[in-house]
């Protein structure tokens, strides 16, 4: 029933779309675009949960927007930090560098984070010597929309990135964005940013943390906002895939943040909580106020990133109730971000996207328990078998200096100074990778550069998300539904479409209700808001408009 009604919303929203009738006016831009990131909001919770929502959230924005059905990441690895950055650059990491939350780089020869910057300093926080604001966007190797955006308007439009997470709010932002804020949960909980951006935290953002309603949202835990049978399309309460909270033996219903913030690291309970997006749309709302964005004809750009779906999504899985209902609530804060964009820029003068930066995966001992054919997979026996194999043909190493984001890191400089090609020792790490039971596929950076096209999804998504320089020489795939996670929770990170397949809408200024089901890509969105906001293209967007929307 609820799938009927979902399909004959849409429907009725395609019914309404209509060819321009009006002449063309490059000039016109609304005064403010409002990109919207959900971490880790699969496809199917749209219809899923559509019963549940209220009127002023997802079902305002699908029903008088445009919703792309088939839409999914055409790249992999699919994790946080490149997602952001390819929907806001309009390219994947084969081009914009962040091909990972954390990657093993060769010039320093450790492990990086996609956001970390030592040359900057806290803003906002009890230290400016806290490494929690020790971020930038410097790896981040081309430009944004936001970045597009300012070159354009000689500097005038304004541009804010937000998130619970520093990469959330910074990647999207961009490299010459007004500022970028994260929550910082530790000792005060409270957004912070670093020097890249502000030297001092500006007014607004000030005056908000003294008065944040952390403390009152802290009181407040969790509970189910609906009656636990309304839940009836999640899993039971306090079932086995679910982890519960550090301190606790089960994930149940309802949950006490005060009893267990000790344990838990304090506020940091609420970025894994529906209160954590309660809080971002409070600040977000700040922001608009404070910055007064949407205030004149120059368009500004809100970049929004909501992640205590991703928290929530890792520690209970994709069908369970908490899930369910951070989504729920989520539909009601959008609704009340809507309200107040309707309030201070008027409605139908701003436009807004929601998308997401990965989905997620069903929990494996769930799909177990009901006959599926997924499991567990952790890579340590591979990759100790194929540092064997390289020891008895080459001689002792280490010849493979890391594993990381399922790729092998080889230590070029030891194979040419053996005299060994790199490719062969690649392709015999890869040999060995396939032996592993649990591997799909595994394939060098070599094989993907002699496939000028390919029709198998796996090596295409492959070669979108390599980088010519950062990523490594064989990347492996496992078999459908394993994951290398815990027994419980869930996570993502590969080429299937239970990580790829998002939602993607489009609402207001200058969208005409309607749908398509041919099928788009995270890379598509820029240049589609590009496009719609007339604005110019990022410098390595690879992604094409969705034409169906204009027409």
């Known amino acids: 029933m609820q799938r009927t009604l979902f399909i004959a919303a849409l429907l009725g929203a395609m019914g309404t779309t209509q060819a321009q009738e009006e002449p063309l006016n490059l000039g016109a831009r609304p005064p403010l675009v409002v990109g919207i990131t959900v971490d880790q909001m699969r496809a199917d919770y749209l219809y899923r949960f559509w019963n549940d929502f209220g009127e002023g959230g997802f079902k305002r924005i699908v029903e008088g927007g445009f919703y792309c059905a088939d839409h999914h990441f055409g790249y992999a690895p699919t994790y946080t930090g490149p997602g952001h950055a390819s929907i806001y650059t309009g390219t994947t990491p084969a081009y914009h560098g962040i091909i990972g939350n954390d990657w093993?780089?060769?010039a320093s020869g450790g492990s990086v984070y996609c956001a970390s910057d030592t040359s900057v300093r806290a803003v906002g926080a009890a230290s400016p010597d806290e490494p929690a604001g020790f971020m930038s966007p410097h790896r981040l190797q081309v430009t944004t929309l936001g970045d597009e955006l300012k070159l354009a308007t000689g500097g005038q439009a304004k541009v804010i990135g937000m998130s619970m997470k520093d990469r959330g709010a910074i990647l999207p932002a961009g490299h010459s964005a007004d500022g970028a804020f994260w929550f910082h949960g530790k000792d005060e909980g409270a957004f912070i940013s670093s020097t890249y951006y502000y030297d001092e935290l500006p007014d607004w953002a000030a005056r908000f943390n003294r008065k944040s309603p952390v403390?009152?949202?802290?009181?407040?835990?969790?509970?189910r906002l609906l009656n636990e049978d309304a839940y009836d399309e999640s899993q039971p309460d306090n079932n086995p895939y679910e982890s519960p909270y550090r301190g606790t033996t089960r994930a149940t219903f309802p949950y006490d943040f005060r009893d267990l913030a000790e344990t838990n690291r304090g506020y940091d309970l609420l970025k894994g909580s529906p209160a954590g997006n309660a809080l971002l749309v409070d600040f977000a709302l700040a922001a608009i106020d404070g910055e007064g964005l949407g205030a004149d004809a120059i368009t500004d750009l809100l970049a929004i990133s909501f992640s205590s779906t991703d928290y929530v999504g890792h520690q209970f899985g994709v069908h369970a109730q908490e899930t369910q209902d951070v989504?729920?609530?989520?539909?009601?804060?959008?609704?009340?971000?809507?309200?107040?964009?309707?309030?201070?820029?008027?409605?139908?003068n701003w436009t807004c996207w929601l998308s997401a930066d990965h989905a997620g995966a069903t929990v494996p001992s769930l799909g177990q328990s009901v006959g599926m054919p997924v499991d567990y997979w952790k890579p340590g026996n591979m990759t100790d078998a194929a540092e064997a194999a390289c020891a008895a043909a080459y001689g002792e190493g280490p010849w493979i200096l890391q594993y990381s984001n399922d790729q092998f890191f080889l230590d070029r400089e030891r194979i040419a100074a053996a005299g060994l090609?790199?490719?062969?020792?690649a392709a015999r790490v890869r040999r060995v990778a396939m032996q592993d039971p649990d591997v799909y596929r595994a394939v060098t950076r070599w094989d993907l550069a002699q496939i000028a096209s390919t029709e198998d999804p796996v090596l295409s998504h492959l070669q979108w998300g390599l980088h010519p320089t950062s990523s490594g020489e064989v990347v492996v795939v496992p078999k459908p539904g394993w994951i290398n996670y815990g027994r419980s929770g869930t996570t993502h990170g590969s080429p299937y479409a239970y990580d790829t397949h998002v939602p993607c809408i489009f609402y207001g200024w200058g969208v005409k209700p309607g749908a398509t089901y041919e099928r788009t890509h995270i890379r598509d969105i820029a240049p589609t808001v590009s496009?719609?906001?007339?604005?110019?293209?990022?410098?390595?967007?690879?992604?094409?408009v969705i034409d169906d929307l204009f027409d």
């Open 421 to 425: 090609d790199v490719a062969e020792v």
């Open 104 to 106: 093993y780089d060769r």
């Open 531 to 544: 496009a719609l906001i007339h604005s110019p293209l990022p410098n390595a967007a690879a992604g094409h």
């Open 215 to 223: 403390n009152d949202y802290m009181k407040d835990g969790w509970k």
């Open 327 to 348: 989504y729920l609530r989520l539909d009601r804060e959008l609704a009340r971000l809507f309200t107040a964009l309707d309030e201070a820029v008027g409605a139908g």
